[in-house]
C-alpha cells in the first residue's frame, strides 16, 4: 500500500534542508524555519497543539513555536522528518489519513515560493487520494457560496456544493484544487467557469486550512 503522507514528509524534509531555514512560504509572515516548528508543535507538542486551531489558545501556541523555531534547524527537520509513533497524529493507523493533505500541501507551501516553480508531476494514485480529500473539504468551504458549484478533476470525479443559483465551475487537478480550497489560490492553477464576480470571490475568499 501506498504511503503517499510518508512521501511527501521526506521531500518536504529534504526541501527544508536543500533551501535552508530563511527561505520564504507561501504562508504569510513564515519562513521555513517558522513552518517546520509548526509542524513539529503539531505533532510533538499537545499542550500546544490545540492553540493551532483555537484562537482562544493561540497565544501559548505561539510562544512554543517561537522557542522551537530558535533550535537548530537540522534538529527541527529530523524532528519533522522522524515524527513520533505515540502522537495522535503520525502513528502507523492514522498517518495516511491525517497528514496527507498537510504535508502535501506544506511541501507545496515551499515549494510554490521559490523563483520559477512549476508544478510537478504527481503519481495518478496520489492524486487520486487527494481527490478524495476534495470531496471533503468542497463540501466544506463551499456549501455557503452563492451559486450551483461543480467542482471537478477530470479523471477522478467531480461534486457538487454551493447553495444553487448560478452555474460555477471549478476545475483542475486533484492536488490543485487542494491548493485552492486552502486558502491559497494564488498559486492555485485552476479554470473557474461562472460570471466574473464571482470568479473573483472565489479567488478571494479566505478559505484557511
Not at 483555537?54 to 519533522?80: C, I, K, Q
Not at 509513533?85 to 515560493?113: G, Y
Not at 452555474?167 to 486533484?174: F, N
Request: aromatic share 8%; glycine share 8%; with cysteine.
Amino acid at each position: 500500500m501506498a504511503r503517499f503522507a510518508q512521501m511527501e514528509r521526506q521531500a518536504l524534509a529534504d526541501l527544508f534542508l536543500a533551501v535552508g531555514p530563511d527561505a520564504p512560504t507561501i504562508n504569510e509572515g513564515w519562513t521555513t524555519r517558522d513552518l517546520a516548528a509548526h509542524l513539529v508543535v503539531r505533532e510533538r507538542r499537545p499542550d500546544a497543539s490545540p492553540g493551532i486551531w483555537l484562537p482562544v489558545l493561540r497565544g501559548y501556541s505561539e510562544r512554543v513555536r517561537t522557542e522551537l523555531a530558535a533550535r537548530p534547524f537540522p534538529d527541527l527537520v529530523r524532528m519533522v522528518r522522524q515524527p513520533p509513533v505515540w502522537s495522535p497524529l503520525s502513528n502507523p493507523i492514522t498517518d495516511e489519513l491525517v497528514n496527507l493533505m498537510e504535508f502535501f500541501i506544506h511541501h507545496e507551501d515551499v515549494r510554490r515560493a521559490q523563483p520559477g516553480w512549476e508544478p510537478r508531476d504527481i503519481p495518478p494514485g496520489e492524486q487520486a487520494a487527494l481527490w478524495k480529500r476534495v470531496v471533503g473539504v468542497s463540501k466544506l468551504r463551499l456549501r455557503r457560496f452563492t451559486g450551483a458549484v461543480r467542482v471537478v478533476a477530470d479523471g477522478y470525479g467531480e461534486v457538487t456544493t454551493g447553495t444553487g443559483g448560478d452555474p460555477v465551475l471549478i476545475s483542475a487537478a486533484p492536488g490543485e484544487l487542494v491548493m485552492f480550497l486552502t486558502g491559497r489560490q494564488r498559486v492555485a492553477r485552476v479554470q473557474i467557469d461562472c460570471p466574473a464576480a464571482l470568479e473573483e470571490r472565489l479567488r478571494n475568499a479566505g478559505f484557511g486550512f
